[in-house]
C-alpha cells in the first residue's frame, strides 16, 4: 500500500524527523530495547565528556539509583554479570574517590559519530514499510 501525503503544508519537517529516525536506528543496532533514559546519558556523556554520576543525575532528573543502573547497562558489565553494550567507562575520580567520571569509550565514540552522521549528512531516505 503505499502512502499518500497531504498537499496542506506540515507543520514539521519530515526530513529533519527522517535525520531523527536514522540515529534512534543506530541505537536500535545496539540494542533494540534500550530505553530512552539510557539514549539521554549516553548523548549527555558524548555532550559533556568527562561528566559525573552526580551531574548525569542532576541534568537528566534521574535517581542515583536509575543513573548507576543506566550506566551499568552501557558499560562493559550490566548487573548481574550480564554483558553490557561497552559504550561508557566509569572511573573513581581521582581527586575525590567516591566521584565516578563517566566518558566513551572507543566503542562509544563510534556510536557518536554514526549518530553525528545520520544527523548532519545528506538524507538518504530509505523506503518504509507500510505496517497498516
Known sequence: METTFSKQALAYDRYALVQLFKAIEDFRG???EMPAQGVALFLYT????????????KSLGMTQSS????VSALS?????????????????DPMERRRKIVRL????????????????NP????PFKDVR
Open 30 to 32: 545496539i540494542d533494540p
Open 46 to 57: 558524548a555532550i559533556y565528556p568527562g561528566c559525573t554520576m552526580t551531574d548525569l543525575q
Open 67 to 70: 543513573c548507576s543502573r543506566n
Open 76 to 92: 562493559d558489565w550490566h548487573r548481574l554479570d550480564k554483558p553490557g553494550h561497552g559504550l561508557l567507562a566509569a572511573t573513581a
Open 105 to 120: 569509550t572507543e566503542k562509544g565514540e563510534q556510536l557518536a559519530i554514526a549518530l553525528t552522521d545520520a544527523v548532519m
Open 123 to 126: 538524507i538518504r531516505l530509505s
